[in-house]
Nanobody, 126 residues
Framework: QVQLVESGGGLVQVGGSLRLSCAASGRTFSSYPMGWFRQAPGKEREFVAV????????YYTESAKGRFTISRDNAKNTVYLQMNSLKPEDTAVYYC???????????????????WGQGTQVTVSS
């Protein structure tokens, strides 16, 4: 059974940092891109970042550029999202996901992803 389990969310003040982790089990995803999405209350799930299978390429939504860094450790089957300079508008449930389609880059639409975690809450207080 494939599982993606996020951790590292929490409550942080404006300008603070958090590091999210997503550990995969049940199969190896080292050959596939992995991404992060987020969903705020009343809003649609939106793309945040994606990293290539080997970690050499990454792509971010505009609001995350310069503040967030996605990385992965294939030996641990884990993807990370380092979030710095957090803003109240970053408040959301953050989800990691895996796309089995490595033919296009970057994949930024939620329906292009095949496996999802359960999400971890990030709350940025002002």
């Amino acid at each position: 059974q494939v599982q993606l389990v996020e951790s590292g969310g929490g409550l942080v003040q404006v300008g603070g940092s958090l590091r999210l982790s997503c550990a995969a089990s049940g199969r190896t995803f080292s050959s596939y891109p992995m991404g992060w999405f987020r969903q705020a209350p009343g809003k649609e799930r939106e793309f945040v970042a994606v990293i290539s299978w080997d970690g050499t390429s990454s792509y971010y939504t505009e609001s995350a550029k310069g503040r967030f860094t996605i990385s992965r450790d294939n030996a641990k089957n884990t993807v990370y999202l380092q979030m710095n300079s957090l803003k109240p508008e970053d408040t959301a449930v953050y989800y990691c996901a895996v796309t089995m389609d490595y033919t296009g880059w970057p994949r930024t639409r939620h329906y292009e992803y095949d496996y999802w975690g359960q999400g971890t809450q990030v709350t940025v207080s002002s």
